[in-house]
C-alpha cells in the first residue's frame, strides 16, 4: 500500500479577499484535508506557488488589475497573466491533480478538478458585471472540457451542469459544503461584546448577510419590511450585513429610505469573528436570494439555533430541508407575512430553531473534505 501524502495544486486566490463564500469554502476544504495527508501547494494570483494559504490581504480590492476589470478585455488579460504566473512554477510542485475550486481551471498537465457553486451568470446575466459574464461565457465551456470530475455542491447545480452545459451526470460528484464550530447558539451574555459594538439588542433584530447585489434580492427583502406594522418593525428591525458588490444602487435608495425611518441598519463587512456571534443574538434569519447553488449563510444561521427564512428558489429548499420557511421571493405581500408570523410568535421561533440547529449537523467541513478526498483518489486510480 502507497502511504505517501497525496499532493495537490489547488488554486488559493479566493482566500486573499475578505471571505465570503468560495474564499471560505476554499480555507476550509484546505485546513481539513492538510490533516488527511493531502501534500498541498497553494497557487495564487498575487504571490504565485507557496507551501503555506496565503494570507488575507486588506481590503476587498486586492486581486490584480481590479482598478481595470470594467474596461473591455481587461479581465482576459489578467487571466492570461494568471495562467503565466501557474505555469511558471507548477512542475517545482510534482503535484499529481490539479484542483480549480472556483469555475475556470488553468491548464494543467494531468488531472484535473474543478467546483462549479452554481451556473447564475448564466440564468441571471443581468445580476452580474458584463465582463464576468463574457469571460464565463468564454472560459467556462473549456475549464469543463479540462475537468476529469465537476464537484458541485448540491443536486441543483448537478442538474444545472447538465442542463445547461451538457456535463454527464458520470463527471458530476456532487459534494455539499459544511459550517465550522464557531457557528452554534448563544446566550446574550456570550454575545453582549458583538451587540454593544454594532449597538444591537440580543434577539431583537431580523439578520439577513450576504454581498450588495442583485441576485440577493435585498430590495424585495427591505420592500417587505416595509409593509411591517411599525409596532412590530420598530421592537424588531432589520440587520443587513454584507460587502458591497455591484449594480445595487437601486437598494441603496430603498435602505435609505428604511434607514431614516429607523428600521434598517446596513453593517456592511463584518469581521469573520464577529458573524457567529451576529447570527445567534437574531431572532431570524433571512435569505430572499432569486438563485444560489448551496447558500452558506443561511446554513450558518441554522448552526446558530435561530429560525430561517428562505427563497424557494434554486438550491435553497434542498439546504434547509424543512427545517426553513421556504417563500417565493418576488411576492413581497407573502414575504411581510412570513416575517411578522415568525417574529410575533415565540413558540414558532423556538420550534424553528430547534430544527434549525438539528438540520445543521447534516453539514460539516470534515465530510466535505473526505468526500472531495474520494474523488481525487478515484481520479488517480483510473
Known amino acids: 500500500m502507497n502511504d ?25 476544504l484546505a485546513a481539513v484535508l492538510s490533516q488527511l495527508r493531502v501534500r498541498i501547494d ?28 470594467n474596461l473591455p478585455g481587461a479581465r482576459l488579460l489578467e487571466r492570461k497573466l494568471q495562467q503565466l504566473r501557474f505555469s511558471r512554477d507548477i512542475q517545482k510542485s510534482r503535484a499529481q491533480l490539479y484542483h480549480e475550486p472556483n469555475y475556470l481551471a488553468f491548464r494543467f498537465n494531468g488531472p484535473i478538478v474543478i467546483s462549479a457553486h452554481d451556473a447564475s451568470w448564466v440564468r441571471f446575466p443581468e445580476t452580474h458585471p458584463i465582463q464576468r459574464v463574457r469571460i464565463m461565457d468564454r472560459q467556462f465551456p473549456e475549464s469543463l472540457e479540462r475537468a476529469s470530475r465537476i464537484i458541485v ?22 459534494v455539499p459544503l459544511g459550517v465550522t464550530s464557531d ?7 456570550e454575545t453582549s461584546r458583538v451587540c454593544r459594538q454594532l449597538g444591537l439588542n440580543h434577539g431583537g433584530y431580523a439578520l439577513a448577510v450576504g454581498t450588495l447585489e442583485p441576485r440577493k434580492n435585498l430590495i424585495s427583502l427591505i420592500r417587505a419590511y416595509r409593509l411591517m406594522p411599525p409596532e412590530i418593525s420598530r421592537r424588531c428591525p432589520l440587520v443587513i450585513a454584507g460587502m458591497s458588490g455591484w449594480r445595487h ?42 438563485y444560489e447553488g448551496f447558500g452558506l449563510p443561511p446554513l ?49 421561533q423556538k420550534t424553528m430553531a430547534a430544527a434549525s440547529l438539528l438540520r445543521s449537523r447534516h ?17 488517480l486510480a483510473k
Open 4 to 28: 505517501k501524502p497525496l499532493r495537490l495544486a489547488l488554486n488559493a486566490t479566493a482566500m486573499l479577499t475578505p471571505q465570503t463564500g468560495i474564499g471560505r469554502y476554499v480555507r476550509e
Open 42 to 69: 497553494y497557487f495564487d494570483a498575487i504571490n504565485g506557488w507557496r507551501d503555506r494559504p496565503p494570507p488575507v490581504l486588506a481590503g476587498v480590492s486586492a486581486a490584480p488589475l481590479r482598478f481595470l476589470h
Open 153 to 174: 455542491d448540491s443536486d441543483f447545480v448537478a442538474r444545472e451542469m447538465n442542463s445547461l452545459f451538457g456535463v454527464s451526470f458520470d463527471r458530476i460528484r456532487m
Open 183 to 189: 457557528f452554534r447558539p448563544m446566550s446574550a451574555t
Open 249 to 290: 444602487e437601486e437598494t441603496n435608495r430603498e435602505m435609505a429610505l428604511l434607514e431614516r425611518q429607523g428600521l434598517l441598519r446596513v453593517l456592511g463587512h463584518v469581521e469573520e469573528i464577529d458573524l457567529p456571534p451576529l447570527y445567534a443574538a437574531a431572532r431570524l434569519f433571512v435569505y430572499p436570494s432569486i
Open 300 to 348: 450558518e444561521a441554522m448552526a446558530a439555533g435561530i429560525p430561517v427564512i428562505v427563497s424557494d428558489r434554486a438550491s435553497l429548499p434542498e439546504v434547509v430541508g424543512e427545517a426553513g420557511l421556504c417563500i417565493d421571493p418576488h411576492d413581497i405581500d407573502a414575504m411581510t407575512e412570513a416575517l411578522r408570523s415568525v417574529i410575533e410568535d415565540t413558540q414558532r
Open 363 to 379: 453539514f460539516s467541513w470534515p465530510r466535505c473534505a473526505q468526500e472531495t478526498l474520494a474523488v481525487y483518489h478515484e481520479i
